[in-house]
């Protein structure tokens, strides 16, 4: 069982609270998320959920004993809304997020922040530390890759998402990107998932590639857990036996997402398919199923691309993305007073 107590609220505040689990033996463990006290308790409390709620000092007690009990729905039913400077994720209008799979130079990296920018991307993405398959091919510029992420962040004034590799690194990625993003490699790497839960930026966090929808949840509660509530989750396509695609782009998982968790949900069609054919459609699919955000794959010249070349939309593709995305918001936006079909 969990006890959310209300924000700022103080241990001398539950003093009352605490005493009577100390009488009756109750173990519980106290932790602090964010400006929350929140009390754990592992073994059947003493006293009657309804005599827990009437206690002034608390908001709310989450019942079962869930595996992830931060990441549930119950924790914060409205929703949450990740701040990016001053965008939101999980409110309003779904963001686009775009940029290359890697940083390869520079003059690649601002053309390509030239591009996104002029169709009014906010937030671009860009690897400086590549997760390849072989160790022979592009692993990204690392440090450097980073301060070129910085210089088209203020040419541009574009937020930065990059992805942190490794536990140790998570400091020096902090220090350029506005979001971090957890690779779907990652997403069991749970000493990097406490790192980036114990800094105070959001963190997009990538589903396993063959990760079920509660080990991905667990891997966000592991963030939360350590205190950092800005995650959003990113659906990039899990491996199916099928044969034309590089992925499946499990879209079933954005409703079910919704109801399970208060966590926004994006969704990644240019891994999820890997075919640049394949981006466009997908990508509607996603927002018609109800994704907060998209990222996608861009580059000003995809056949020459390091990495992912063959899921880089080019210029003209990209214009055209956002060209649909934009009408499907116009759309949406013009339906938002009548009730939801689903
Ligand atoms: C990426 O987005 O750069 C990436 C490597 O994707 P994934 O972790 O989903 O394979
Ligand atoms: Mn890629």
């Known amino acids: 069982m969990l006890i959310l107590f209300k924000n700022g609220q103080r241990e001398n505040d539950i003093q009352s609270i605490l005493d009577i689990l100390h009488t009756s033996g109750t173990e519980f463990t106290l932790f602090e998320n964010q400006d929350r006290l929140i009390l754990k308790i592992q073994n059947s409390s003493s006293l009657p959920l309804t005599q827990w709620q009437s206690f002034p000092q608390i908001d709310r007690v989450i019942p079962s004993d869930r595996p992830y009990p931060l990441v549930h729905r119950d924790y914060r039913p409205e929703g949450t809304v ?28 601002l053309e390509t922040a030239r591009l996104v920018h002029e169709h009014g991307i906010r937030l671009m993405r860009g690897g400086a530390f590549k997760p390849r398959t072989s160790p022979y091919s592009f692993t990204g510029l690392g440090e450097k890759g980073l ?28 220090e350029y990107a506005d979001v971090l993003q957890i690779g779907s490699r990652n997403m069991q790497n749970y000493k990097l ?8 930026k959001p963190v997009l966090l990538k589903r396993g590639m063959s ?32 044969e034309y695609s590089r992925n499946t782009l499990d879209l079933n998982v954005v409703p079910m997402v919704k109801q399970l968790s208060h966590l926004p949900i994006i969704v990644d069609p240019s891994h999820g398919t890997g075919r640049r054919d394949l981006v466009i459609p997908m990508s509607l699919a996603a927002l018609a199923a109800g994704a907060n955000g998209l990222m996608v794959e861009v580059h000003p010249h995809p056949d020459q691309a390091l990495s992912d070349a063959e899921q880089a939309l080019g210029p003209e593709q990209f214009a055209y993305l956002m060209e649909q995305v934009n009408s499907f918001i116009r759309w949406q936006y013009h339906h938002e007073h009548s009730a939801p079909l689903y």
Do not use: W
């Open 82 to 109: 990740v701040k990016v400077g001053d965008l939101r994720i999980g409110e309003g209008a779904p963001l686009v997020i775009a940029g290359p799979c890697a940083v390869e130079n520079e003059t690649q990296l």
């Open 147 to 174: 301060k070129l992420l910085h210089k088209a962040r203020q040419e541009f004034g574009v937020y930065i998402v990059t992805e942190v590799l490794d536990a140790m690194d998570v400091p020096l990625v902090a």
């Open 193 to 200: 998932l406490k790192a980036v839960g114990r800094i105070h």
């Open 211 to 242: 990760a079920r929808l509660d080990e991905f949840l667990m891997s966000a509660e592991y963030i939360m857990s350590e205190g950092n509530e800005q995650i959003i989750l990113c659906e990039r396509g899990i491996r199916t036996f099928v």
